[in-house]
């Protein structure tokens, strides 16, 4: 295997939480041909031969090498089920052998499941990516998953193959929407990683609690009274008398602010504070000293008591995942369990969460990898499978403008309505040319600093300076 895979600039950057700036990739091509050449991918069969070999290369493993030039074992890094649970009931070759063990023809997988708590996934990811060219070819890491916060991470890196060089063309992703591309193109404009979901996000209101102060709980006329943030802050004040929090906390609302912003977080290697996230800290404030919203952490017991009718909260931010996994939809007594949840645009598009799947550097399985990443991103009846049976939003514009027109398609926790047609119109508008990937650290301490600021623990500017020197510290190279 090739030993300049692990670059002196990657291994370092790769010991802090998130990497600054990473290989070129250039080298992360020629790698990338070199491994999908070893995994004998559509190649005749001396080609093959010759491949195998030089899989086996300076590792000397070729007696690890399964039928037609593909390794013995799969081994699937993630940081839950949920894409184990995709593969298991939509790709038809995976047969489950058990939790953490499955069959594709002779090829074993393993997924090593590892939780995102206090970073733990990353962890382990990118200890085991850095000994990656000298593991032997069962214990390669050949799959992994990104999150958008940290994907560039691992995309500005010589860890990822470009799509490319496992045989997937732009016309085979013709039909994807253009951001989940986005967010793994790499600084050199290479794709390196797909996507089977978007993650559209839409404002989710209280229907009762629409009808009760607006007479009406249509999404289209509840649209008229949050159509902007000046609307939508005057109807915080008009709910509030009603005796509802426009949000459970101002943290529901970041990410539309933090999704529609005109500059990057670091510029010129200097941390840059976007007009539209000063906005939020405005808005923000406006209602926490209304008393029209609240501070609570996003998961916290205080945040999910919207859920429930008593808990007097008329709305929240997210994607499909949010309302039909993450509010208690299942939960006797809660809004959604009655079906009483809408959806509409809100004052602006944004995006929440998603999953890639990503080709890592090294692995003998290219061909299966590539044939994965077609079956669960590319193929149509597979993508309304997952829309039909997951209640997912599909990363397939023609699948996702056909289920919005489907009148036989709605969802019961949303009363009925068809919300496809709103999370497709959100989807369009995402802009997101200004990732980069100091992006969740950068987040993640500016809601931490603002907090001190809304609850009048310190001044708006003693609040940005607690976050440029928490962003500093965890980032030295930068300033401000």
Known sequence: MKKKLASVMLCTAMSMSMLAGCGGSGGSETAANTETEAAGTEAKSEAESEAKTEAAGEDTESEAAGTEGQGQVFNIYCWNEEFKTRITDHYADYEKVDATTGKIGDITVKWNITPNDDNAYQNNLDATLLKQADASADDRIDMFLVEADYA?????????MA????????????????????????????????????????????REAAKEVFGTDDPAE???YVKDWDTFNETAAVLKEAGYSIMSTVNDSYRVYSNNVTSPWVVDGKINIDENIMKWVDDSKELVDAGE??????????????????GKVFCYFGPAWLVNFSMAADTEGSIGYQGGWGATEGPQGFFWGGTWICAAEGTDNAELI??????????????????????DFVNNQD???????????????????????????????????????????????????????????????????????????KYPELTY
């Open 152 to 160: 560039l991470k691992y995309i500005d890196s010589e860890y990822t």
């Open 163 to 206: 799509v490319a060089d496992l045989g997937i063309t732009d016309a085979d992703l013709s039909k994807q929407y253009q951001y989940t591309k986005d967010v793994v193109t790499d600084s050199a404009g290479v794709l390196k990683g797909v996507s089977w979901q978007g993650c559209p996000g839409v404002l989710f209101y209280n």
């Open 222 to 224: 509840v649209q008229e």
């Open 293 to 310: 919203t609240n501070t609570y952490e996003l998961w916290s017991d205080d945040w999910s008591k919207g859920f429930y009718p008593e």
């Open 370 to 391: 590539k044939d994965i990443m077609l079956t669960m991103t590319t193929d149509d009846a597979v993508m309304k499978e997952i829309v039909v049976d997951d209640d």
């Open 399 to 473: 699948v996702m403008n056909a289920m919005a027109e489907d009148t036989g398609y709605a969802s019961t926790i949303l009363g009925g309505q068809n919300p496809l047609g709103i999370y497709c119109a959100g989807v369009e508008t995402l802009d997101l040319s200004n990732l980069s990937p100091y992006d969740q650290g950068c987040n993640e301490e500016f809601q931490n600093a603002m907090k001190n600021y809304f609850e009048g623990n310190a001044t708006k500017e003693e609040a940005l300076d607690l976050f440029y020197k928490a962003v500093v510290e």
